[in-house]
């Protein structure tokens, strides 16, 4: 006698939002706007490569940020001392954003105006990995601090991401993180991942990543 | 010039889902099945006190459960054993219920034949607390293991519970949980609180919480 029955929400709930998500999309190509959604646990650096990110396509991108975050507005006021428009999304309990909620964020803003548009998500690395947002890429940052060993732990973030930032690569001489055992492990999950080796504090590796990005931005509007 | 634009996405989520448990409550109570819900850290000994709760009450009560696991059908088997029918929510990424997925559970259940549900929420002291499921009491479990000072850490939680089961107190005597002091800080946090004692593993305070559940069982059901 049957007495266990299963049911899989996980599989409903996610696909309405990928319908949501397919939408989304569709209304940025029609805008031409880029949407990066920027993922990674607490504390490696999304704030400071986005400030470092601004600083450095400001002057070719129209660009605007949409801050996820349980409970403060921290993030969201230092993006807007550079005078980038900041949305701050409060998402009370939930640990990730899914498409309408970034549908949400996006009506504060003037989508035609706008060629990229940054998420900072929820920090985490397992639910914001399960859930599309709408966005054109994905990237997600690993900080040096962090361990070698996070793509044994939390594949589906590796596997979701088109790019891996290495964050705080200042830090390689302190620690015994092996950043040849951490790209192998990355690339094992998935092949086509591109890697960049940055530290947003020295500002070593950003031109790299935002000239990769900046070219990103420029593929999608031509296209 | 204001460049920060705040959105509670929050706010708009939780207003839908209230409205959702409102309406879970009232089918609930045309049933007259009386829906517990179950929270607690990983490891608490939920499913444990569950087992216990139904060994205790199944000659008097109707019961079935629904088990919330983010990817595993453990709990559930386990329950299945006893005889009583298991609902196996897999929630993929989700780290709490809300009102709509606890409908989708109980659309495997005869609700009229049911005297009393009990789910087993995520394990999780965060997300689970700021959903309203629809149940019509809250349990919650913390273990002696877990310490004291979890109501300072999780202050949501002991809020929004009626019951606060202080679980594995059979490990008193090897820590130095003081169940004095957690009790005066579960009561400044909510006064109305009701607390047990109780190890799952000996049997030792369960006569007292399934006496006050089979209580508030009888008052909904007769009310």
Known sequence: MAKIRLIEVKEEIQADNRAKAEALRSRLAA???????????????????????????RDDLQMSVIEADIDSMVDAEKIATTGIMAVQLRTGGFCHLDASMVEKGLEGLDLASLDLVIIENVGNLVCPAEFDTGAIKNAMILSVPEGDDKPLKYPLMFTVCD?????????????????????????????????????SKTGQGIAEWTRWLKRQVDEFRSG
Not at 39 to 45: Q, T
């Open 31 to 57: 805008n031409k706007t880029f949407l990066l959604n920027l993922m990674s646990s607490p504390g490696a650096g999304k704030t400071t490569l986005i400030l470092r990110t601004i600083e450095a396509l």
């Open 163 to 199: 790019v891996l930032l290495i964050n705080k690569i200042d830090y390689l001489g302190l620690s015994d993180f092996n950043v040849a055992a951490l790209r192998q492990r990355a690339n094992t999950l998935n092949p086509r991942i591109t890697i960049f080796e940055v530290s």
